[in-house]
């Protein structure tokens, strides 16, 4: 049998992602609007009415193709985090930052560091350029910052580094993050992948975007997925000094972020009650799973994004048995066995509602094991 591509890319396992609600009714015969989904880390809150309303405007020119290089978009993003237009690379989700890093600084046999446990898309865009993965264990389930530095060799290009993280919920305080940016060589490049960092506390929020200003060498990576309620469109962004964005943005596919999209990103940045809200339910949602866990003794991990990792079970199939249960009873959470996390499930944090439908469905499978 031939076979076609390199090896590096025959041996990529494709991202998963979390299961649609037509499909778990379709395979288990239930009724789509009985259905709790908890497993993607979406917007309890739904669309906002601002974006809504900014697509509906937009729909008289989608026959014409979208604005190439975001003017508009970029101007907002620039105006609302006080950054240069042309330090701006407008991606299709901030995953197609985290890709388009790995396809512009990285050569086969090169290396990418990332800590254990952190995002499936870390290793995927690695994987995708033939580049030598270095895995750093990590420290009660989060980034080992000095053993990533230490990891850091010659053949190094690119580092990872998530905060919050996903889908452990690990924080790293910002000193702790500045220290490492300052202390990787400026031929390495560090994306920050913030994709959450809007549920941050007040406590814990830092400005990583003036540390762009003082680091060639830095990516900023966010998303309009999250906290903007925007998944469904793909719409992120990076900010890094032009000589990072100019080799992004030579890579970067033509009308990658769509016209429907750049109009609901642009309502959805200037929409503060919106976002607000957005991290108020969170919060509120995070003690009532937390409380309960606590309630039902079930272990899980501090989180500072809008989702929680738990403990399943004690066996290494908890975690796929407990998924099923939940998946009978219409409640879709995400297994992530495949980070090596057998025995765990994340539960994103939806409405008061979804989280108690989740919490009784839960107590009810683990009361018959």
Same mark, same amino acid.
């Given at each position: 049998?031939?076979?076609?591509?390199?090896?590096?890319?025959?041996?990529?396992? *494709?991202?998963?992602?979390?299961?649609?609600?037509?499909?778990?009714?379709?395979? %288990?015969?239930? =009724?789509?609007?009985?259905?709790?989904?908890?497993?993607? #880390?979406?917007?309890?809150?739904?669309?906002?009415?601002?974006?809504?309303? /900014?697509?509906?405007?937009? &729909?008289?020119?989608?026959?014409?193709? *979208?604005?190439?290089?975001? %003017? =508009?978009?970029?101007?907002?993003?620039?105006?609302? @985090?006080?950054?240069?237009?042309?330090?701006?690379?407008?991606?299709?989700?901030?995953?197609?930052?985290?890709?388009?890093?790995?396809r512009a600084l990285v050569a086969p046999g090169q290396a990418v560091v990332y800590s254990e446990f952190s995002?499936?898309?870390?290793?995927?865009?690695?994987?995708?350029?033939?580049?030598?993965a270095i895995v750093v264990p990590a420290v009660n389930f989060g980034h080992d910052l000095d053993a990533m530095?230490?990891?850091?060799?010659?053949?190094t290009r690119l580092v990872f580094v998530a905060n919050p993280n996903n889908p452990t919920g690990t924080f790293?305080?910002?000193?702790?993050?500045?220290?490492?940016?300052?202390?990787? +060589? +400026?031929?390495?490049?560090?994306?920050?992948?913030?994709?959450?960092?809007?549920?941050?506390?007040?406590? !814990?929020?830092?400005?990583?975007?003036?540390?762009?200003?003082?680091?060639?060498?830095?990516?900023?990576?966010?998303?309009?997925?999250?906290?903007?309620?925007?998944?469904? &469109?793909?719409?992120? @962004?990076?900010? /890094?000094?032009?000589?990072?964005? =100019?080799?992004?943005?030579?890579?970067?596919?033509? @009308?990658?972020?769509?016209?429907?999209?750049?109009?609901?990103?642009?309502?959805?940045?200037? $929409?503060?009650?919106? &976002?607000?809200?957005?991290?108020?339910?969170?919060? !509120?949602?995070? !003690?009532?799973?937390?409380?309960?866990?606590?309630?039902?003794?079930?272990?899980?991990?501090?989180?500072?994004?809008?989702?929680?990792?738990?403990? /399943?079970? !004690?066996? $290494?199939?908890?975690?796929?048995?407990? #998924?099923?249960?939940?998946?009978?009873?219409?409640?879709?959470?995400?297994?992530?066995?495949?980070?090596? &996390?057998?025995?765990?499930?994340?539960?994103?944090?939806?409405?008061?509602?979804?989280?108690?439908? %989740?919490?009784?469905?839960?107590?009810?499978?683990?009361?018959?094991?």
């Amino acid at each position: 049998m031939m076979n076609f591509g390199p090896d590096y890319v025959r041996a990529i396992a *494709p991202y998963q992602g979390g299961k649609p609600i037509s499909e778990v009714a379709r395979e %288990f015969g239930l =009724d789509e609007s009985s259905i709790v989904k908890l497993a993607s #880390n979406e917007n309890p809150l739904g669309l906002p009415e601002s974006a809504r309303l /900014a697509m509906i405007a937009a &729909l008289a020119e989608l026959a014409r193709y *979208p604005d190439s290089n975001g %003017f =508009d978009l970029k101007g907002a993003i620039s105006k609302k @985090f006080s950054v240069p237009p042309d330090w701006i690379t407008l991606g299709n989700g901030s995953n197609d930052i985290l890709e388009l890093a790995a396809r512009a600084l990285v050569a086969p046999g090169q290396a990418v560091v990332y800590s254990e446990f952190s995002f499936a898309v870390y290793p995927l865009a690695t994987q995708a350029v033939g580049a030598k993965a270095i895995v750093v264990p990590a420290v009660n389930f989060g980034h080992d910052l000095d053993a990533m530095r230490a990891a850091v060799t010659n053949e190094t290009r690119l580092v990872f580094v998530a905060n919050p993280n996903n889908p452990t919920g690990t924080f790293i305080p910002a000193e702790k993050i500045h220290s490492f940016i300052q202390s990787v +060589p +400026p031929s390495v490049v560090v994306v920050l992948d913030e994709a959450y960092t809007e549920y941050l506390s007040d406590a !814990q929020r830092y400005d990583s975007l003036q540390w762009v200003a003082q680091y060639p060498n830095l990516i900023v990576s966010r998303s309009f997925s999250k906290a903007y309620g925007l998944a469904g &469109l793909r719409v992120g @962004f990076g900010i /890094a000094q032009p000589a990072l964005t =100019d080799l992004l943005n030579r890579l970067r596919q033509p @009308f990658n972020v769509n016209s429907l999209a750049q109009a609901a990103a642009i309502a959805a940045l200037n $929409d503060a009650a919106y &976002l607000k809200k957005s991290a108020e339910v969170n919060a !509120q949602g995070y !003690q009532q799973l937390t409380s309960a866990f606590d309630q039902m003794k079930i272990e899980y991990l501090p989180s500072s994004g809008n989702f929680v990792l738990f403990r /399943a079970g !004690q066996d $290494d199939a908890a975690g796929a048995r407990v #998924n099923l249960a939940l998946l009978k009873k219409g409640i879709i959470v995400r297994p992530v066995g495949n980070y090596g &996390l057998p025995q765990w499930l994340r539960v994103s944090i939806g409405l008061p509602e979804e989280n108690a439908a %989740f919490l009784t469905a839960l107590k009810s499978i683990l009361a018959q094991a």
